[in-house]
């Protein structure tokens, strides 16, 4: 079936650096895309959203890009700081229906 | 504004009795969702309501599941006889659907654990 599904299961970087999480999707009528950030505990936290009309959109400290050639979605945070440490899920969305279907999650660890 | 509230935080049930999970959307919101997610897992969707409505339970296990959201007063979602299989956080959204998009604003859980 369709799925949406991520690249690494963990991702470490120092503080400071510029992370980059990457998403694939496999459902060619997806057209909304969400990022959400969950800490331990904690339900998600949106942090940025696009919609398949565009393929970049920015917003503080991040930045998701979005190709639909290969169904691929990113999520850029510059300047990776420990508070940012985390999950994180990408999640679609298409045409009526109005459930969102998430990938399985990158651990996000920023290291002093 | 309150965001989306959720209770109980914690619920430990033993094997057949029934858990019932509460979820009051944000103010102004009217659609609300439920996920379920296994641990180290991404979310699953349940079902998506409408006040006195259910629009889409294609997600929900067609026995002992459940979900309401009344005209009055939070969206339950209720599981009779529960399993240990059914041991799981499930989370509650709600979204303003109409008024600008797709946005899903989260509570923090329920962790639910089947004893």
């Given at each position: 079936?369709e799925?949406?599904?991520?690249?690494?299961?963990?991702l470490?970087?120092?503080?400071?650096?510029?992370?980059i999480?990457?998403?694939?999707y496999?459902?060619?009528?997806?057209?909304?895309?969400?990022?959400?950030?969950q800490?331990?505990?904690?339900?998600?936290?949106?942090?940025?959203?696009?919609?398949?009309?565009m393929?970049k959109?920015?917003?503080?400290?991040?930045?998701?890009?979005?190709?639909?050639?290969?169904?691929?979605?990113?999520?850029?945070?510059?300047?990776?700081?420990?508070?940012?440490?985390?999950?994180?899920?990408c999640?679609?969305?298409s045409?009526?229906?109005?459930?969102?279907?998430?990938?399985?999650?990158?651990?996000?660890?920023?290291?002093? | 504004?309150?965001?989306?509230?959720?209770?109980?935080?914690?619920?430990?049930?033993?094997?057949?009795?029934?858990a019932?999970?509460?979820?009051?959307?944000?103010?102004?919101?009217s659609h609300?969702?439920?996920?379920?997610?296994?641990?180290?897992?991404?979310?699953?969707?349940?079902v998506?309501?409408?006040?006195?409505?259910?629009?889409?339970?294609?997600?929900?296990?067609?026995?002992?599941?459940?979900?309401?959201?009344?005209?009055?007063?939070?969206?339950?979602?209720?599981?009779?006889?529960?399993?240990r299989?059914?041991?799981?956080?499930?989370?509650?959204?709600?979204?303003?659907?109409?008024?600008?998009?797709?946005?899903?604003f989260?509570?923090?859980g329920?962790?639910?654990?089947?004893?």
């Amino acid at each position: 079936g369709e799925s949406v599904g991520l690249h690494l299961p963990t991702l470490s970087v120092q503080e400071g650096d510029n992370s980059i999480i990457n998403c694939a999707y496999s459902n060619s009528a997806s057209d909304y895309f969400i990022w959400y950030k969950q800490e331990s505990g904690k339900g998600p936290q949106f942090i940025i959203d696009i919609r398949s009309n565009m393929d970049k959109r920015q917003g503080q400290r991040v930045t998701v890009l979005l190709n639909k050639t290969v169904k691929h979605l990113s999520l850029q945070i510059a300047a990776t700081q420990p508070g940012d440490s985390a999950v994180y899920f990408c999640a679609e969305s298409s045409g009526s229906a109005r459930q969102l279907t998430f990938g399985s999650g990158t651990q996000l660890t920023v290291l002093p | 504004n309150a965001g989306v509230m959720q209770n109980p935080r914690h619920l430990v049930r033993r094997r057949g009795q029934e858990a019932r999970l509460r979820c009051s959307p944000m103010k102004g919101h009217s659609h609300v969702y439920w996920y379920r997610q296994l641990p180290e897992e991404g979310l699953k969707f349940m079902v998506y309501l409408q006040k006195e409505n259910i629009i889409d339970e294609s997600g929900m296990p067609k026995e002992r599941f459940s979900a309401e959201f009344p005209k009055e007063g939070p969206s339950i979602l209720r599981i009779q006889q529960v399993v240990r299989g059914d041991s799981a956080a499930y989370f509650c959204a709600s979204s303003p659907f109409g008024l600008g998009g797709n946005e899903q604003f989260f509570g923090p859980g329920t962790r639910l654990t089947v004893l």
